[in-house]
């Protein structure tokens, strides 16, 4: 354990870590299990196509969800561009800008703009207090972000979408296995979209799901990932190629066998850190509803620097050379990224609470690669660079920030 400001390796000591901690590191279930499941992929000859092991995993889904339908498809990002055409939207979306840019994206590959909404600072979701401000005649829809496993305020949301006519999409991205007043995600608004690429809770290597309770909804969904194939030769309307391969669906099946054991690995790291971390004024961990189902899965603290005297952009930099990857979730916000930014020079004048968001966020690594000891040194490190802020302020001044 590092005890003073000479044993951090900007200093010139060795770094805490042989091997890089990183956030989003794979979860792989059992082995043996997910061999045998490729071999019998092999041995059928049945490779992609709706195969047996997508539509077991599809039937796992839904049960585990409780949702009527579930449609997997090759990632999340198509699943939502499906979902967001299927459901009928155009013209403007309103998003939040705290998310992953796929989901902004989902809606510009369609040339439907999406509106970027502030965030509540509390849950760090979309504030529906500010979504009727953004509101125009050409308004169709809103996207949710289940941010960090945290549920979107539902009952706003809907209320808002019924109001005002309006679609209602959940990008639940980071949010399966997680309930709000009990009922589990997927369950909300017109449909919801979960992803299963590798760095999230459930992982098929790349993939994700559409899950809905509206049946027509869900027919014209698996149509248009189809490539809006109805029946053999008999094509309906536009689609494109959204498919899960079976070797993804072996993968999600074997995943799906270890999310007790993932959930409970997440659970005592969340519990570590927020123990290690509670005494450290001015780093906040975003703190899980324990009364709900949760995946656990994102470990976020906010960094304010008026008391810790050290930017999140510094400890970021620290940690990163003690071979701690701590990743900036979200940063800068979509409306900083191309083509948002040039499109909409001035959106960040109605999202401060985006903006100062994006300055204090920082992931810190979790899952099945990372115990309890790794948790105290990420904390003891944090706590060793706030201490001697000033001294390191110095000492960064003149070296290159790492990327
Ligand atoms: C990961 C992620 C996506 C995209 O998922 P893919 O399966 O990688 O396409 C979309 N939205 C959010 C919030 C994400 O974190």
């Known amino acids: 354990m590092k005890k003073t400001i000479d044993d951090l390796a900007i200093f010139g000591a060795p770094p805490a870590f042989s091997k890089s901690l990183h956030v989003g590191r794979p979860n792989i279930g059992n082995r043996e299990k997910l061999m045998q499941r490729i071999n019998y992929i092999l041995d059928s000859r049945w ?6 092991f ?32 299927a459901s009928g ?21 369609q040339e439907i703009t ?3 909404c502030d965030i509540d600072p509390v849950t760090c979701n979309i504030d529906p207090k500010k979504i009727e401000q953004m509101i125009t005649p050409r308004t169709t829809g809103i996207i949710g972000v289940h941010l960090w496993s945290r549920p979107c305020d539902v009952d706003a949301l809907a209320e808002l979408a019924q109001k005002h006519n309006l679609k209602l999409i959940y990008d639940a991205a980071h949010a399966f296995g997680c309930s709000y007043n009990g009922k589990m995600i997927g369950n909300f608004g017109d449909a919801e979209v979960f992803s299963f690429h590798a760095t999230k809770f459930l992982n098929s290597a790349e993939g994700g799901a559409v899950v809905t309770n509206d049946d027509e909804l869900a027919q014209k969904i698996r149509w248009m990932k189809n490539f809006g194939f109805e029946d053999v030769d008999l094509v309906v309307y536009i689609g494109t190629n959204g498919k899960m391969n079976e070797f993804s669906a072996a993968m999600g099946l074997t995943s799906l066998e270890s999310l007790d054991e993932i959930i409970e690995t997440n659970r005592q790291n969340y519990f570590h850190y927020r123990k290690e971390l509670s005494g ?11 009364g709900e189902k949760c995946n656990y899965q994102y470990i976020i603290v906010q960094i304010d620097k008026d008391v810790t005297g050290i930017s999140r952009d510094e400890i970021k930099d620290i ?28 959106a960040g004048l109605l999202l401060p609470e985006t903006e100062r968001l994006a300055d204090r966020v920082l992931a810190l690594p979790t899952g099945t690669a990372v115990g309890a000891a790794e948790i105290s040194e990420v904390a003891n490190i944090i706590r060793l660079a706030i201490a001697n802020s000033k001294q390191i302020g110095e000492k960064l001044g003149n070296r290159p920030a790492a990327s």
């Open 280 to 290: 450290i004024p001015g780093v906040t961990l975003a703190q899980f509803n324990e």
């Open 54 to 85: 997508v539509q077991e995993f599809e039937q796992r889904i839904a049960e585990i969800v409780g949702v009527k339908h579930c449609i997997a498809m090759c990632n999340a990002t198509i699943a939502l561009e499906i979902a967001i055409r």
């Open 89 to 109: 939207m155009t013209g403007e979306v309103i998003v939040p800008s705290m998310t992953f840019v796929a989901t902004a994206h989902a809606l510009q590959w």
């Open 319 to 346: 940690l990163w050379s003690e071979n701690i990857l701590a990743r900036r979730y979200f940063y800068p916000g979509c409306h900083r990224m191309e083509p948002y930014r040039s499109y909409f020079p001035h």
């Open 114 to 116: 999406p509106v970027f």
């Open 47 to 52: 490779l992609t196509n709706d195969g047996t």
